[in-house]
Structure formats: C-alpha cells, structure tokens
C-alpha cells in the first residue's frame, strides 16, 4: 500500500511537540529551582524547546497542506516526489539542529540560535514545497478558497521573512545594534505572522470540511479577515521593539494597524452570537472541540496582544513574562490546538481509523487538562509579568529582589506546564497509535 | 469581492510591504548613537554574543530570554560597569555557565557591552504618558 507524505510529516510533529514541550517543562524548573538538571544547562535546553515546538507547528501544518491540496482542493500536487525529499531534509536538518544545540554550538539568533550554515537546507527545502505547492495551486480551475490564499501567503512571507531573519550576515546590518534588532523583529514578528496564515488557512480548510459548507471559505467577510490579518503581518510587528530608539514612524505605523485587530476581536464575538448553537451540537466531533477551545483561545489572545500593542501598556510589560504570555498563548493555545484538529482531521481521513469508546474517553480527559493547565500557565505568566513590570519601573528593584518575588508565582507555572504536558500525552497517544499501525501496516483493530 | 479585487488587494499590499521596508533598512533604523564604539573588538563581541547565546538569558532592550538581567545599560549602571562584567565572564554563577572564554573573548565581550549601553535606554523608566496611548521619554 502507498503510504500519504502527508501524514509522515504530522506524525513527526506530534512527536516534536511531545520532546518540545518535555525541554520545556524542564527549563520551566530550572527556572525556579536553580540546581535542577544541571547536566543539560537552560543554555541548550531554551532553544532544544523552541525549535522543536517551532518544528511541530511546521510539520503539521506543511503536512497538512500536502495532503489537502492532493485530496481536497481540486488539485492534484504537481510531484509527489517532492513532499517525501521535503520529509528527509527537514529530518536530517532537524537532527543536526538538535546535535548541535546538545554540544553547545550556537552562532544563530533568537529562535534561530543553530549555527547559520544548517539554515540553507531549510531554505532549499521550502523552496521546493513553494514549487510544488503553486504548481498545483494553479492547476486549480475556479477562484481559490481564502484558505488557499492563506497558504500561498504563508509560504511566500515565511521565505522572505526567513530570509530577512538573516540579514545580520552582512555587515550594514549586524553592526548598528538599532537596525539589528528592528530588522531582527521585523522579520520575527511577521514570521509568526506568516506561519499563523498556514496555520489559520488549515483550521478554515478543516471546518469547511466538516460542515461541508464552502461559503466559510469563499465569502466577502472571509477575504477581508484575510487581508486584515495580511496588513497586521506585515506592519504589525513593531509592539516588540517599542522601546527600541529607531524612527518614530516604524513605531506608529505598527500602533496603528495593531489596532485594525479590534475589528477581528469584533467578528469573533459577533459569529459566537451566531454559531454557539452549532458548536454545541457538534461539539462531540474531535476536531470541532478542538476549533472550539481554539476560537476561545484567539479570542483571549488576541485581547492581551491589542492591550500590549498600546505603547503606555507596553513599555511595563515589555520584557516580562506577559510577552511569554503572548507567545506561549499564541502557539499553545492557538496553533497547538487548531492543528491537533487538523491532525485528528487527517489522521482519521487517510488510516479510516475510529477510536475506541475509551480512546475518545482519554482524549476528552486530556483535552479538558491541557485547556485548564494552559489557563492557569498563562495567567501565572501575565500575573509574573505585570508585577515584574510595576517592581521594576515603579519601584525600581534590583533583579535579584524582583525574581524573589515572582518566585511563588513561577513555581505555579512550572508545574501547570507539567500539567500540560500530561493532557497533551493524552491526546496524543491515540494518535499515535493509529499512524503507527497505518504507517507499519498492522491490522487496526476495531 | 472579485478575483481580480483579491488580486489588486494582494498586489498593493506587497508594494506598500517593499516600500516600508525599504525605509526601515535605511532611514527608520539610521540612528546609531554609540557608532564610534563600534569597534573591531566590540563586532567581535557581537558575534561572540551569539556563539555563546547569551541571549537565552539576558535581554537588550527587553528582548531575549529572562532567567538573568537585561544588559542593555549594564555597565553604566551605579556600583556595576567592565569589572563587574567581566567577573561574571571569567566565573559564571550558580545560574549563569562559565564559558571558560579567552581573555580576548571577555575583552571583546566587554567591547560590544560598552557598544550597547550608548545606543540607548532599556528599561525605559522614566516616561510621560500621552492622550494617545503613546509614551515619551523623559
């Protein structure tokens, strides 16, 4: 039997998610508990955990685009040769990426922190998929859904910003540390920006697919969320370099289109209105449940992000753990959730597997621990940070004094990052279950 | 909406994209107020900062990791300054690793901290709030 790419790449994910959010939690404790694994310092253990939840978002989600376009779109991937080169670059890389940060080799930055050279497969890798995608997006006859919109933006902006995210190669750009970090958020922000499209465009592609109802995808409202969400990523970003002293305007001009988002936070409250009945009808159906928390998740998210884009707000929370707030809300709660959906979406689609009564009773369990572990680990991140910001600015304490008294509150949040971690092996499992048996081809047992 | 409204949406925000950013390559990130101490040993120090990932821990100008303190002023703070630094360089703490760096590493290091510290303030504490949700710093 031909086995699908597609589901390669989301069973790798899931397992990159399960190690990431391990480092994870263990840097969390090394936080709190200074003597805690000393063998692998947080040096390593910081980017080990960010590069491979970063890694997860990417595999789920490039998978997830493989398969739909092969399956879904009216379209048929130009080559299905590539998606499988595509698998093996990003394993090897990946593999790489990790030896390296285990001997302490560094030489990157930020989220990027591997040394610069192993970023070159990645570049050829995504330029493949790009080619393979729009080669088959254009085969499409008829107007592309927004998701597909979405993904070809994702794709585009990911290369470009990826790409942006290197200039401190050159001279001109690594030696004024002003430009260096403008640069350096410009592109990191609206990298985020470009993976949320991929990520977005798939949690529209799945709820389509469910209520079979194309209109979501081909709507006016739905193209204007697109293009609103488009200006956010690509003058949106400047919130997280508000205090950097580069020209005013860079910094207005983001105030500005970071606050078009109300008009987002508006159209989710006003479809809940509409759809809440639906979701509760629906909400037995794995991958509704998960949109559902997800829907929860943008909302609250989107909310915190729009009050630090406002310059008087940020300049106390900037550089306290609400940015972590942010970040972990953002890619926990919204991406995580949205392509676990897309995961249960496609796994169930391509092995026909049906989870068990007492599967769908783990999964359950898990999904209410990770969404309440997720709440009180964000909140403990927002509460550390307001009273980091107000010690620091207000009342001016050393950072000694100010990490003794947000102590209590990260020790919360170290171990709500445990729990998270036990709601995600819930759901997970399963899932895994089932690909391992599809991927190895035993008979599925009823 | 129309393909080609999409399309015409599209292609004018990919130009309004290359004209920003044009200008923040250029004259919306010219300012650069420590240039003169921009030295060899302190570019060095730069990429140092990088091969070490310091930035795992400390912040400039709030952004990095958070488990140690922001550098950005570091060594023009009262009672710290290149001694001060350099200790925690040649030792490490209980939180912080020894690097085992080269005197020229630290010296570098050092370089490109004094670089920092004169481009600007971080954190921002002194401030005016203006109607507009904007700040000005005092």
Not at chain 1, 255 to 260: A, G, N
């Amino acid at each position: 039997m031909k086995k699908e790419t597609g589901i390669l790449f989301v069973s790798l994910g899931l397992i990159a998610l399960v190690v990431g959010i391990l480092f994870g939690s263990l840097g969390a404790f090394q936080f709190v508990y200074p003597d805690f694994l000393k063998e692998i310092s947080f040096v390593k253990l910081r980017p080990l955990h960010v590069s491979l939840v970063v890694a997860w978002i990417f595999l789920c989600a490039i998978g997830g685009i493989y398969y739909y376009t092969n399956t879904y779109c009216g379209t048929k991937l130009w080559s299905e040769k590539i998606p499988k080169i595509h698998f093996w670059i990003f394993m090897v890389t990946g593999i790489l990426i990790l030896c390296c940060y285990f001997m302490g080799k560094f030489g990157g930055r930020e989220y990027w922190e591997f040394p610069a050279i192993l970023s070159i497969p990645i570049f050829i890798s995504w330029i493949l998929f790009g080619i393979n995608y729009f080669k088959s997006a254009f085969k499409k006859v008829g107007n592309w859904p927004v998701y597909m919109w979405m993904w070809a933006t994702g794709i585009v902006f990911f290369f470009i910003t990826f790409s942006e995210s290197y200039l401190w190669l050159l001279p001109y750009f690594r030696n004024n540390l002003i430009r260096d970090l403008t640069v350096q958020w410009k592109s990191g922000g609206a990298m985020v920006g470009s993976w949320n499209m991929l990520v977005y465009g798939t949690a529209i592609f799945v709820m389509t697919r469910i209520t079979e109802d194309e209109k979501i995808a081909q709507s006016r409202l739905a193209f204007l969320m697109y293009f609103l969400g488009f200006a956010n990523l690509l003058f949106g970003w400047a919130h997280h370099i508000y205090i950097v002293p580069s020209a005013i305007w860079v910094r207005m001009i983001s105030y500005f289109i970071s606050m078009t988002e109300l008009l987002i936070l508006g159209k989710i409250i006003w479809n809940w209105k509409n759809s809440l009945s639906d979701a509760k009808r629906n909400f037995h159906i794995l991958p509704v449940r998960f949109i559902v928390a997800s829907d929860v998740w943008v909302f609250l998210n989107l909310a915190l992000a729009l009050l630090i884009s406002v310059p008087a707000i940020n300049v106390y929370t900037h550089g306290t753990h609400v940015t972590v707030a942010h970040a972990m809300g953002s890619t926990i709660g919204i991406n995580t959730i949205i392509l676990l959906a897309s995961a249960f979406f496609l796994i169930t689609d391509v092995t026909k597997h049906e989870f068990t009564i007492s599967q769908k009773k783990i999964i359950t369990m898990g999904f209410w621990i990770f969404n309440i572990f997720l709440l009180i680990f964000w909140l403990c991140l927002i509460a550390a940070g307001i009273e980091k910001g107000i010690l620091v600015i207000d009342d001016k304490l050393t950072f000694q004094e100010i990490m003794e008294k947000i102590n209590p509150i990260l020790i919360v949040f170290a171990f709500s990052g445990l729990g998270i971690f036990v709601g995600l092996i819930m759901i997970i499992s399963p899932m895994l279950k089932a690909t391992y048996n599809y991927l190895f081809q035993k008979e599925i047992k009823p | 909406m129309s393909t080609q409204t999409r399309r015409f949406i599209f292609w004018f925000l990919i130009a309004l994209f290359f004209i920003h950013t044009s200008l923040v390559f250029t004259i919306g990130t010219d300012e650069d107020n420590g240039k003169e101490l921009m030295t060899e040993d302190a570019q060095a120090g730069k990429l140092l900062y990088q091969k070490y990932n310091c930035t795992a821990c400390h912040q400039l100008y709030g952004l990095g990791g958070y488990m140690g303190p922001d550098l950005t002023n570091m060594v023009s703070s009262p009672g710290k300054g290149e001694m001060y630094a350099r200790a925690f360089l040649q030792a490490g703490t209980q939180r912080m690793p020894n690097f085992n760096l080269l005197e020229d590493e630290i010296k570098s290091l050092v370089a490109y901290l004094k670089y920092v510290d004169k481009t600007g303030t971080s954190p921002v504490k002194k401030f005016e709030i203006n109607f507009d949700g904007t700040i000005t710093q005092k």
